[in-house]
């Protein structure tokens, strides 16, 4: 697409309940990144995947997050037994390859407001 | 541990003035610093880079500075238009990694 594409827009799901996230990147991107932005903080990288290498998941706070790239394109991220503090918005990034996103940055997808109540 | 701090939460100028944005990080090992802009319900999207080995880039009304010794970078904006109210982050990738680190942000003011 023209675009990266997050769904759902919005979530509000009940504390203990599993989510899901989905980010569909720009075609032809290689690389992608799962991001989120908790209330008054910056951006915490979560998870980043590259072709068909292991993903750098150095980011993932807890063991009940867990994300999937299927066939190279769309990723899911996945949130087990949420919790009140997981609310935030998560914000999901492709780029070309390894080199392009140091000088010339991601494209962002416009995010996924999740409210855990 | 914050490697790339954005101690200003706010900036409010009038429009036509500059905006000056600061960034201050720790790693020495980053090789490349950039500039996002984020609008609300939007995600950032990419401003400017610069490379460590250069000390300013400019691009129209945006020109970053960075100086290496301090570990200081800080993006201009000039003239300010309304248009530029947004959130800045400043972020930084280092030499083997992939991954980008980001500041809290700056919210930008332009009043007109």
């Known amino acids: 697409g023209a675009g990266v594409s997050q769904s759902p827009s919005n979530k509000v799901t009940e504390k203990g309940k599993d989510v899901e996230l989905r980010c569909d990147p720009i075609s032809g991107h290689t690389a992608l990144y799962w991001y989120r932005q908790s209330l008054g903080q910056g951006l915490e990288f979560l998870i980043y995947?590259?072709?068909?290498?292991?993903?750098?998941k150095s980011g993932l706070p807890s063991d009940r997050f867990s994300a999937e790239r299927t066939g190279g394109s769309v990723s899911t991220l996945t949130i087990q037994r949420t919790q009140q503090e997981d609310s935030a918005v998560y914000l999901c990034?492709?780029?070309?390859?390894?080199?392009?996103?140091?000088?010339?940055?991601?494209?962002f997808g416009s995010g996924t407001r999740l409210t855990v109540v | 541990d914050q490697q790339v701090k954005q101690n200003s939460p706010s900036l409010s100028v009038q429009e036509g003035r500059i905006s000056i944005l600061n960034c201050d990080y720790t790693?020495?090992?980053?090789?490349?610093f950039l500039w996002y802009k984020k609008y609300p319900a939007e995600g950032p999207t990419f401003l400017i880079s610069?490379?460590?080995?250069?000390d300013k880039n400019e691009d129209g009304r945006f020109t970053v500075f960075l100086n290496k010794s301090a570990k200081h970078l800080s993006l201009h904006i000039v003239p300010s238009q309304p248009g530029d109210s947004a959130v800045y982050f400043c972020a930084a990738t280092d030499t083997g990694g992939f991954k980008t680190i980001f500041g809290a942000g700056t919210r930008l003011f332009v009043k007109a």
């Open positions: 610069i490379s460590s080995i250069k």
């Open positions: 990034a492709s780029s070309l390859g390894r080199v392009g996103p140091r000088s010339h940055g991601y494209t």
């Open positions: 995947f590259q072709g068909n290498s292991a993903p750098d």
């Open positions: 790693n020495s090992m980053f090789d490349y």
